[in-house]
């Protein structure tokens, strides 16, 4: 093809013909750009399928990971809620007589109250998409905020699980088992089991504090008018990266 129009240009020249010449040179000239924007825009289509493909793959593992969060997530505050049920039903009985209270009872309710479930989730796609620095990968503007906001929320909620597991491990188990054999609904009815300390003061700040830092546990994942609550935002996650 290039010897091709080097024979036309040589034929031209050689008969005096430079009008034509030009003519043709800047023909040739304008097919070259032609060629070159051509070639650059299916180089562009390729890039754009690539980076369409990446974005598929990716958008897999954040459905699939946040289905998972959303799942541990649920799982874990059920556990918290019960234990939260157990304690208020214990508070309800303040002050406790030690004498009347019905001891088989107050050892289940008590055995109830140390799940300390520890949010197991996954971050994967997220870690992967920031050491690549591929966050503008993902088209959508609105999945892209989620995810940003996904890590604020998400701090907020294992801050406050982390003090309400440090309390239990500092302070409430070591306390209720000093004081009586575990498991309670059996130790409570051990002849060294210190059944004053039911009654006591020091026992029902003890529950009270432990009610306290559960309850605080829902707070991230209530609704507010700044924020979605951790599992709307989670279904919305969800939502966006689902491929049709």
């Known amino acids: 093809m290039i010897s091709f129009f080097r024979k036309i240009r040589q034929h031209l020249l050689s008969e005096n013909k430079f009008s034509k010449y030009l003519l ?23 890039q754009d399928r690539i980076l369409k493909k990446q974005e598929e793959l990716l958008l897999q593992e954040i459905n699939a990971e946040f289905k998972y969060n959303k799942t541990e997530l649920e799982s874990t505050l059920l556990r918290y809620d019960q234990s939260r049920g157990s304690l208020s039903k214990i508070i309800a009985l303040f002050p406790i007589d030690v ?3 019905d001891l088989d009872s107050l050892g289940n ?29 993902i088209s959508n503007n609105e999945l892209r905020n989620s995810l ?9 909620y294992l801050e406050v699980e982390k003090r309400a597991i ?3 491990e500092e302070r409430y188990s070591p306390i209720l ?5 575990r498991p309670y609904v059996v130790g409570l009815k051990d002849a060294r089991a210190e059944l004053d300390f039911i009654g006591s003061i020091e026992f029902e700040n003890l529950i009270k504090s432990r009610e306290k830092k559960i309850t ?4 991230p994942v209530e609704q507010t008018e700044s924020r979605k609550n951790i599992i709307s935002l989670i279904d919305r996650i969800i939502q966006l990266s689902t491929i049709e």
């Open 166 to 168: 440090d309390y239990h």
């Open 148 to 156: 940003l906001q996904w890590n604020v929320i998400l701090s907020d």
């Open 24 to 46: 043709y040179a800047i023909g040739e000239i304008i097919l070259v750009v032609i060629g070159i924007l051509i070639a650059l825009q299916v180089n562009n289509w390729n």
């Open 216 to 219: 605080n546990l829902f707070r």
């Open 177 to 181: 088992t000093n004081h009586i054999p």
């Open 109 to 137: 309710f008590l055995d109830q109250t140390h799940f300390t479930g520890n949010y197991d989730y996954s971050n994967l796609s997220l870690e992967k998409i920031r050491s690549a620095a591929t966050f503008d990968i």
């Open 99 to 101: 004498k009347s209270v």
